[in-house]
T-cell receptor, first 114, second 112 residues
């Protein structure tokens, strides 16, 4: 079945560490996105990518970095510069940027700073 | 910029009908979407309105009024499994790329 796989499901990070969250899709979607969700809050856009080797900052990109070397993969690195990284991170994809009406989401990674 | 407002919580009983409202402000409107998210889970797409009027999908319907910058999600014959958070989202143009901006969500609690 086609879908988006995020790993790991739970991740613990020590202060000052960089961690990378994985996102892989086999839907042949061009566009991919990373959202952050805090408890009781909506989804805020971190980064998005329209095509391979291209990505753009979203609304809260500070302290995060991404890469898009393959169509199927869009990993997110949470750097030590992110002051409050504890959150639920969701990866999504869509057929074409601005096209289609539904995003497909992964099941998320819950990151906790210890 | 863009912003969306939803009630934070709605409660209802099984079998009832509930309406979740969403008002939005956006520079360039390209449609209103609705997503459902169970606790700890992934949001799933429910419906989309690009034009004014009602779209029906089974027990769920979604309505849009572009002149009022307003939409709602209507859930009929409520079931316990409908307890979840519901988000409205607008497609908003930014630097030539249309992306989704989400509201803060409405938590629906369905009781027996």
């Amino acid at each position: 079945d086609g879908g988006i796989t995020q790993s790991p499901k739970y991740l613990f990070r020590k202060e000052g560490q960089n961690v990378t969250l994985s996102c892989e899709q086999n839907l042949n979607h061009d566009a991919m996105y990373w959202y952050r969700q805090d408890p009781g809050q909506g989804l805020r856009l971190i980064y998005y990518s329209q095509i391979v080797n291209d990505f753009q900052k979203g609304d809260i990109a500070e302290g995060y970095s991404v890469s898009r070397e393959k169509k199927e993969s869009f990993p997110l690195t949470v750097t030590s510069a992110q002051k409050n990284p504890t959150a639920f991170y969701l990866c999504a994809s869509s057929t074409r940027p601005g096209q289609g009406v539904g995003y497909t989401f992964g099941s998320g990674t819950r990151l906790t700073v210890v | 910029g863009q912003s969306l407002e939803q009630p934070s919580e709605v409660t209802a009983v099984e079998g009832a009908i509930v309406q979740i409202n969403c008002t939005y402000q956006t520079s360039g409107f390209y449609g209103l979407s609705w997503y459902q998210q169970h606790d700890g889970g992934a949001p799933t797409f429910l419906s989309y309105n690009a034009l004014d009027g009602l779209e029906e999908t089974g027990r769920f319907s979604s309505f849009l009024s572009r002149s009022d910058s307003y939409g709602y999600l209507l859930l009929q014959e409520l079931q316990m499994k409908d307890s979840a958070s519901y988000f409205c989202a607008v497609r908003d143009r930014g630097t030539g790329f249309q992306k989704l901006v989400f509201g803060t969500g409405t938590r629906l609690l369905v009781s027996p």
